[in-house]
């Protein structure tokens, strides 16, 4: 199907992201064209708004790997300032993970949060712009904001936003800020929130200078849709183009940790031929382990072999 604009003729999805585009290009405060600028390496596919769109098959997969697997393949990418640690959270057993969505807060000046708020309301914004960002948040999303570590008044959401952000995305929230309602945030299922602290007051004297933009967590850079791994160790932002690299060089890891473990246990090979280079028995040996283990496989046999051939055992 094609519509007709201006006396041309164009496809029924470029019809669609036109209509569309003016509220993306008031939704951030980057163009579509600069996100994707920055997130060049990402051949996938996109939101409208620019965000790498990463599968929702690696946002699952990504729970069950551990933060130092992550690291350490993001280490040895040269990919340094991913990682953040020191939060207070509501659950130690629930993992946060997602797509980045990203807000940057600043001390508010009243002639600049002026206006912001009256751009902002011109274009369909509705109350104060700490709410902004949730407008703008998809299923699978990871609010992440930058609130200067601010403590007392500066408590980015409490349980209302936290309901509505949960009915948005299924998913939590990282916050280099406080929150507040701790006992109502708790009682969302399946919710979970990296804060900096607790605190009861309400917001005030902060205002949003930057949505879907990169931001500064900690000592992380995070990037709008970045994978997200949030758990007790520490919150780790891996750049959308790397994801999948991650996710299967660390479930390798893991399956291979396992195995090595069991050959422990068992006393067939001693810790020194574990964790050096591995033997051509050794390889044989682990490949039988795989055949007779396929439940401890998480990814598809095909990528588990074609991964072994290309790297280093």
């Known amino acids: 199907m094609t519509f007709k604009i201006r006396g041309k003729l164009f496809p029924r999805i470029t019809f669609l992201l036109a209509a569309f585009l003016p509220f993306y290009t008031h939704a951030q405060t980057i163009s579509r064209e600069e996100l994707i600028f920055l997130t060049s390496e990402w051949k996938g596919e996109r939101f ?7 599968p929702d098959d690696l946002i699952e997969r990504v729970k069950k ?13 040269g990919y340094n300032c991913q990682f953040d640690g ?20 600043m001390p508010s000046r009243p002639d600049v949060e002026k206006s912001i ?16 960002p949730i407008d703008a948040l998809t299923k699978g999303d990871v609010y992440v904001a930058d609130g200067f570590g601010k403590i007392a008044e500066g408590t980015l959401i409490g349980d209302n936003l936290g309901n509505s952000i949960f009915s948005k995305t299924g998913n939590g929230v990282v916050f280099d800020a406080s929150s507040r309602d701790l006992q109502g945030l708790s009682e969302i299922e399946g919710f979970n929130a990296f804060v900096r602290d607790w605190h009861p007051s309400y917001l005030k004297d902060v205002v949003l200078t930057g949505l879907n933009t990169p931001i500064r967590i900690g000592q992380a850079i995070v990037l709008p849709g970045d994978l997200v791994l949030a758990k007790r160790e520490g919150v780790i932002f891996i750049p959308a183009h790397l994801a999948e690299k991650v996710v299967l060089t660390a479930e390798f890891i893991s399956i291979r940790d396992k195995f090595g473990i069991q050959m422990l246990r068992e006393g067939k090979y001693t810790p020194g031929q574990i964790d050096s280079q591995w033997t051509d028995q050794l390889k044989k040996d682990f490949l ?18 074609e991964y072994m051939k290309n790297r280093t055992w």
């Open 86 to 105: 020191s939060w207070k959270m509501i659950h130690q057993d629930v993992t946060v993970a997602g797509r980045a969505l990203t807000a940057q807060f």
């Open 65 to 77: 790997i551990a933060i130092e697997e992550a690291w350490v393949v993001l280490k040895n990418e």
């Open 288 to 305: 039988n382990w795989l055949d007779k283990n396929p439940d401890q496989i998480p990814m598809k046999r095909s990528e588990l072999d």
């Open 117 to 132: 708020k009256e751009r902002g309301h011109k274009n369909g914004r509705i109350g104060n712009t700490n709410s902004w």
């Open 48 to 54: 409208a708004d620019g965000r790498p769109k990463i």
